[in-house]
């Protein structure tokens, strides 16, 4: 459903990715791994046209797009299809929690304002805020705006939601309710792609991995191929030093 | 020193009467600085290429000479050339029967803009890009992005500066006189004038704009406090 193909994009003289191409099926929870630098959140950023990549196509439904030189229209009918959950959340902070929601609803999807609301409160009830409809981000814990801007991701029915390490900007006490939230989703059937550190989380409920190194692919698979029986030397390298304990059969 | 109270009794309401006036210098002339602020700011934040040089231009013309020297050139200099020119073109009209009010306005503006433009840049300057791209993602056109999201909080952040920009234009309102816009302190100048009692008419102007600027002050409070809610919590609970 979505087919991303040899995206390029380098910052002056960096190159930060170098030909990455990979596929989702709908109802795929896929989790892109790598240490900090390896170029996952860039691919996330340009497969929403907030990065102008330097090459590579991409493919969701029935829109298809070089990603260089898209036009805004073009970036902008694919945003119709994707949501994009921060990792510091980034809520509208001159907007309660209902009216960020909301937002999109009305001017970006063209919902009428009743039907938005309605929608709105269900979304933010399935990350449990029914409760804060009406507080600002500024009122709000750092969880319960990331729960709000999954809400507000979630809102609109994308085909594939987008998320750039939803909890590396979280007290740890909080990152379990976060976690807790996309579990969810991934259980209703929700496809994802997250750029996390969350190791273990990974392995719990992605069901395709993605490790990334240097601007490239190192190895992909389902998540247990990549975390049971990693072919690559880099992938058990990376994974021994987060599951110190993980009994893997190689 | 002698006071002469009757005098101050006698002249107050008749300057008290020309409060209009400067209440319309001042409010034409921040309008046309905040639609004009709001363009250039926004021209210069994009850096748009050959209209954001020209903006910075103006700017620096205008900071860089005192209101005085510019209200002598829009006034005294700029209807001679006009003149010249519809002498020239054959276009019937006499430059010297448009209402001076506007060419105080024209002038009070042309400095007003660049205040509120770097006010509202500033403004524009504190959104963090984050706020746009969260709009983009949720399916957004990036002028939908600016009108709900990204201007409400730069007018917000730029408010505090905005109502300086506001008093001095008051303040700066005092100058029309020099374009024989008859205001408060023109008012009173004539009057202390008539019988030498500049003391007492410039304590009745003093005294007006104490007034006229503390409740500009209460207002503006009052508005900021609204505004920025969203920044400051709720008291509901």
Known sequence: MLKVENVHKSFGKNQVLKGVSFDVEKGDVVAILGSSGSGKTTLLRCLEFFEKADDGRIELGELKTDLKGAHKSVANQFRQHTGFVFQNYNLFNNKTALDNVKLGLIKGHGVDKKKADELARKALDKVGLSDRLDYYPSELSGGQQQRIGIARAVAFEPDVIFMDEPTSALDPELVGEVLETIKKLAENGITMVIVTHEISFARDVATKVIYMDEGVIVEQGTSLEIFSRPKQERTRQFLSRFLADYDYVI | ?237
């Open chain 2, 1 to 237: 020193m002698y006071i002469d109270f009757d005098f101050i009794k006698n002249s107050l309401p008749i300057i008290v009467h020309k409060i209009p006036i400067t209440l319309l210098l001042t409010v034409v002339s921040f309008v046309i600085a905040l639609v004009f602020g709001t363009i250039f700011a926004y021209v210069n934040y994009k850096k748009v290429k050959v209209a954001s040089k020209a903006i910075r231009v103006y700017m620096s013309i205008i900071r860089g000479t005192p209101i005085i020297l510019q209200i002598y050139v829009i006034y005294n200099v700029t209807p001679k050339l006009l003149e010249g020119l519809f002498d020239a073109l054959g276009i019937g009209v006499n430059i010297y029967n448009i209402d001076p009010i506007w060419y105080a306005f024209f002038a009070l503006s042309l400095a007003a803009t660049v205040s509120a433009s770097e006010a509202i840049r500033a403004g524009l300057l504190s959104i963090d890009k984050g706020q746009f791209e969260a709009g983009l993602s949720v399916g957004l056109s990036e002028r939908k992005v600016l009108f709900d999201v990204v201007f409400p909080q730069a007018f917000t952040n730029a408010f505090p500066v905005l109502g300086n920009v506001l008093v001095d234009l008051i303040k700066s309102t005092s100058l029309a006189f020099m374009m024989s816009v008859v205001e408060i302190t023109a008012q009173a100048k004539i009057l202390g004038g008539e019988v030498l009692r500049y003391f007492e008419s410039y304590l009745c102007v003093f005294i007006i704009y104490i007034f006229l600027i503390k409740a500009v002050e209460i207002i503006n409070s009052i508005i900021e406090s609204r505004i920025s809610t969203y920044k400051l919590g709720t008291a509901h609970r």
